[in-house]
């Protein structure tokens, strides 16, 4: 599985990444996002929302796993990809005066 991320400095998010399944099928905007009561980050995954007929919002998630195990793992190795893109590309910050 191939993770490329970009980054995100808006708020509690830190990054967006871009997943690459099987060759040329590719997972878009899962959210790498801070978890400031635990000190450590969490992935979100991509949801659909829509509006349905009796007007209420409705979310679907767009990724299904079989068991919560393997959403954890997911989740998991997407952590650790980002720990170490983000050891080897440290974010800079440009301050003006």
């Not at 450590?40 to 209420?56: A, C, H, V």
């Not at 998630?61 to 793992?73: P, R």
Request: charged fraction near 30%; glycine fraction near 4%.
């Amino acid at each position: 599985m191939n993770i490329k991320f970009r980054d995100v400095s808006q708020g509690v998010v830190l990054a967006r990444a871009v997943v690459e399944i099987i060759p040329g099928i590719y997972i878009n905007e899962i959210t790498v996002l801070i978890d400031t009561v635990n000190d450590d980050i969490r992935i979100e995954l991509p949801t659909k929302s829509f509006k349905g007929k009796d007007g209420r919002a409705h979310h679907m998630n767009i990724l299904m796993f079989v068991s919560e195990d393997k959403q954890t793992l997911f989740e998991l190795e997407i952590k650790e990809a980002y720990r170490t893109w983000r050891h080897d590309c440290k974010k800079v910050l440009v301050y003006e005066s």
